[in-house]
């Protein structure tokens, strides 16, 4: 079954560190998407990528970095510079064409030690 | 995108239909409305989306009002596995991929 895989479902992060969640979907889809959602609220666009090695900024990418060299594969970092990272981060694809459903993946905690 | 507006929480039986309401008075004529749902600690996922016309699937029906500034997302029969937070957008999808979510409307579903 076609579908997205986040990993891993917890994380950890340190202090200082950098810690990359990884997103793959088999869809076929062009475009994928970073969502964070805190506790009670709705989803805020972190980043988003419509086509292999290319990705533009949402609403709060500050402290967070993406890449995209394969079709199926759009990572998070979260970097040390993003300092109230505890949240739960969803990852999405699509088609390209405007208004195509969104497909979401089950989400990462990401949570400071 | 235009604001939509939800309540907060929304109560319903077991096997009874659910009408989740939305308002978006703002929305433009080329403005689709998309409905989601996310259940506790998963993502969201869709459920059906429509721009003028009433649309039906195999997980629901939505009605959009003719002056397209409302829309309502029925569930025909409501089982425990439609609780969850439902979320309505509006997507004006023209050079946008962005799904703006707001804090939707939690259905609790009564056995």
């Known amino acids: 079954d076609g579908g997205i895989t986040q990993s891993p479902k917890y994380l950890f992060r340190k202090e200082g560190q950098n810690v990359t969640l990884s997103c793959e979907q088999n869809l076929n889809h062009d475009a994928m998407y970073w969502y964070r959602q805190d506790p009670g609220q709705g989803l805020r666009l972190i980043y988003y990528?419509?086509?292999?090695?290319?990705?533009q900024k949402g609403d709060i990418a500050e402290g967070y970095s993406v890449s995209r060299e394969k079709k199926e594969s759009f990572p998070l970092t979260v970097t040390s510079a993003q300092k109230n990272p505890t949240a739960f981060y969803l990852c999405a694809s699509s088609y390209r064409e405007s208004n195509q459903p969104q497909h979401f993946g089950d989400g990462t905690r990401l949570s400071i030690l | 995108d235009a604001k939509t507006t939800q309540p907060n929480s929304m109560e319903s039986n077991e096997e009874e239909p659910v009408h989740l309401p939305c308002n978006h008075s703002t929305i433009s004529g080329t403005d689709y409305i998309h409905w989601y749902r996310q259940l506790p600690s998963q993502g969201p996922e869709y459920v059906i989306h429509?721009?003028?016309s009433n649309v039906n699937n195999r997980m629901a029906s939505l009605a959009i009002a003719e002056d397209r500034k409302s829309s309502t997302l029925i569930l025909h029969r409501a089982t425990l596995r439609d609780a969850a937070v439902y979320y309505c957008?509006?997507?004006?999808?023209?050079?946008?991929?962005?799904?703006?979510f707001g804090k939707g409307t939690k259905l609790s579903v009564i056995p």
């Open positions: 429509g721009l003028t």
């Open positions: 957008i509006s997507h004006s999808g023209a050079g946008s991929y962005q799904l703006t």
């Open positions: 990528s419509q086509i292999v090695n290319d990705f």
